[in-house]
């Protein structure tokens, strides 16, 4: 049988978790392994680092043989807000404080979510800047900056 | 027996004090909220409260994360009998016969035999917790380091059994789990395992940000990939009549007690029980009934039976959680971590050391259901609603709550940066095809399962064989090397995508 890519999802995920797994073995190759009777802090990340590059090669295998379907095309623009709001938070609440973090953050997140450009896109995240800062600052005193100091 | 009657007694003194009353009202309100709304879970709404609940007390955020979880039930029932769209895999039943019920006019009374009887559901269930919990936690006080391991291999496997999709990347999610709990410093020898140097990892990666990150942050981004499916709205019922006829409730009743029984005993299983009993109750009323032809037309019987089902087995899924401080399923997974944040060790041990957290979460449980039928029934306008709130709000929102919420937590940037990692695997995982509960599962129990397996292996001095030996883990063990098998049947196979199918 002739091997090709027929389910690149497969073979993707599959390499990913390969590299993941001998990754695991890799840099924990100096914790001590101990026995059976005394396992050391090196026995389960080797037990399970095994597991994970035996079972992610099988993966591999499977979407080199089996052919898989190709979901809908992948939306960046949902994934990129998303997984680089809490990113877009943690740079900006040391030097900026929570009110522009907040609004920030809030329009990060709708560009995902509609194309639509109106006043609200300036209104909603003001208001939620200033709930959120009279909950967690007001509210519950939490120990954080309102505004940059 | 009358000890469990003062137990109670002392539980409903902690439940009823001012703050547990708030904060189950609380997660009862946020709970039917989420539910209300498709696409955003229990499971996605307790991980974002983790970071929050952390400061509240032990009982009073495990009562409020309770509410959450049940409520969550009420709430979409609304949804899909009104708009025929299920909140969560356990209500695709209610959607059945429920919205034809309000096609035909009877939305209110729909609304009202659900409400019903997942209250009675929820109170036969709740007796079932406080009757059944403290004699199995005496019975595991005898259990040792095997016993425990066994058990916690049998909730990963029938984790990774019962889970959507390809068995083999279950497992392999399972894996990489455990393999993340292993970070950190290793509480028997100290050594740093995967820290590179970095301080805030030597404390492990917090099961907030895992959490948060595979299931809220990812969900709303497959939300949004998926377009938005609330605008299929039809408004038109009236709400005249709530109270069901006589021939309704005659009808309802012995199904709602029969679907309490299925459901309370299937949710004491691991793996699939709670999402499976409204499709076991609802395949058993049709069985019985007189006119089976009536069902999916709008049968009381197959509205009732699947609601209570649903219900009770939402609440007996505690009893293994309280008892012998393992998860039947992710959200309970999620609460056993709470509580390990809250420095309670969960097993038996904690029915004797911190009776008041246990009998306070049982107790809240009554009031829990009676506050969310009052709060179901009569306001049910509110909660129609709140189906109208554009995801352009509610997501970013929710997504700076996470944001802060995790962040005043520690008040460090690389739980953030953890989140964002989360969120990344969570989306693309789920799109190759592999499911996150497994890896959520298997990193909670991942540091008990090496310290159970550490300590049983002192014992017999490395004999792997000796797991064998004792009885109950014997047991256990070979109940999940039995489920592992039957995933290799084709027959098995089939039921297996047949009910991933419905989902």
């Given at each position: 049988m002739k091997l090709a890519i027929r389910n690149p999802l497969d073979v993707m995920s599959g390499s990913f978790l390969l590299i993941v797994g001998i990754s695991a073995l890799y840099f924990g190759k100096d914790l001590n392994f101990g026995s059976m009777a005394r396992m050391g802090p090196g026995f389960m990340p080797r037990v399970v680092g095994v597991c994970i590059v035996v079972l992610s090669a099988l993966v591999v295998l499977r979407g080199l043989r089996v052919t898989g379907e190709m979901p809908p095309s992948f939306q960046l623009v949902p994934f990129l807000s998303i997984v680089l709001a809490p990113v877009l938070f943690a740079i900006l609440i040391k030097p900026a404080g929570l009110?522009?973090?907040a609004f920030a953050v809030f329009s990060l997140v709708r560009v995902a979510c509609t194309k639509q450009f109106s006043v609200e896109a300036f209104l909603a995240p003001f208001i939620l800047a200033v709930v959120v800062c009279a909950i967690f600052i007001g509210l519950l005193g939490q120990p954080l900056p309102l505004f940059w100091y | 027996m009358t000890s469990i009657f003062d137990s109670l007694i002392m539980g409903f003194?902690?439940?009823?004090?001012?703050?547990?009353?708030?904060?189950?009202?609380?997660?009862?309100?946020?709970?039917?909220?989420?539910g209300v709304l498709p696409g955003i879970?229990?499971?996605a709404t307790i991980s974002m409260l983790l970071s929050f609940s952390s400061q509240l007390d032990a009982v009073t955020s495990l009562i409020m994360m309770a509410g959450i979880f049940y409520g969550a039930q009420y709430g979409s029932s609304t949804t899909a009998i009104l708009c025929n769209i299920p909140g969560d895999a356990a209500s695709v039943v209610t959607c059945l016969d429920g919205h034809q019920m309000a096609r035909k006019g009877r939305a209110g009374q729909a609304l009202a035999i659900a409400a019903l009887s997942s209250l009675l559901a929820g109170i036969i269930a709740t007796i079932i917790i406080g009757l059944f919990t403290p004699p199995i936690a005496r019975f595991a006080l005898n259990f040792n380091a095997p016993e425990y391991f066994s058990l916690m291999v049998l909730g990963l496997v029938a984790c990774v059994v019962f889970s959507n999709g390809s068995v083999l990347n279950a497992f392999i999610m399972a894996?990489?789990?455990?393999?993340?709990?292993c970070i950190g410093t290793d509480v028997e020898t100290g050594a740093q395992r995967y820290t590179f140097g970095v301080l805030q990892l030597s404390e492990g990666i917090t099961i907030v940000a895992v959490a948060m990150g595979l299931f809220g942050l990812s969900e709303i981004v497959v939300n949004l990939a998926n377009g938005n499916k609330m605008s299929v709205l039809d408004l038109k019922y009236k709400m005249r009549d709530l109270w069901p006829s006589k021939a309704e409730f005659r009808a309802g009743t012995p199904a709602a007690l029969r679907g309490t029984f299925i459901g309370?005993?299937?949710?004491?299983?691991?793996?699939?029980?709670?999402?499976?009993?409204?499709?076991?109750?609802?395949?058993?009323?049709?069985?019985l009934s007189k006119k089976p032809g009536q069902f999916g037309e709008g049968?009381?019987?197959?509205?009732?039976?699947?609601?209570?089902?649903?219900n009770a087995a939402a609440q007996t899924s505690f009893i293994p959680l309280l008892a012998l401080g393992i998860p039947a399923n992710p959200v309970i997974a999620l609460m056993l971590g709470a509580m390990v944040i809250q420095g309670i060790q969960p097993g038996p041990n904690v029915m004797v050391t911190r009776p008041e957290v246990v009998w306070g979460l049982i107790a809240s449980m009554f009031i829990g259901n009676l506050m969310l039928v009052i709060i179901n029934l009569p306001m049910i306008g509110v909660w129609v609603r709140l189906l109208a709130v554009p995801q352009r709000i509610l997501f970013p929102a929710i997504v700076v709550f996470c944001c802060i919420g995790i962040y005043t937590l520690s008040g460090s940037v690389y739980d953030l940066v953890a989140l964002a990692a989360f969120a990344a695997i969570g989306v693309l995982f789920y799109r190759a095809g592999f499911q996150a509960i497994p890896l959520l599962l298997g990193f909670i129990l991942g540091p008990m399962l090496e310290e159970n397996l550490r300590r049983a292996m002192v014992i017999s001095q490395g004999d792997l064989f000796s797991l064998f030996q004792r009885p109950i883990s014997a047991?256990?063990?070979?109940?999940?090397?039995?489920?592992?098998?039957?995933?290799a049947l084709p027959s098995f196979r089939k039921q297996r995508e047949n009910f991933a199918g419905s989902d």
């Open positions: 009110f522009i973090t | 003194t902690v439940a009823i004090t001012p703050v547990n009353l708030l904060y189950a009202l609380i997660g009862c309100v946020l709970g039917t909220m989420i879970g229990s499971l894996a990489f789990g455990v393999l993340l709990g309370a005993l299937l949710g004491i299983l691991p793996g699939a029980g709670q999402v499976l009993s409204p499709f076991a109750s609802y395949m058993i009323e049709r069985r049968a009381v019987e197959g509205l009732a039976g699947p609601e209570a089902a649903n047991t256990v063990l070979s109940i999940s090397i039995l489920l592992l098998l039957m995933t």
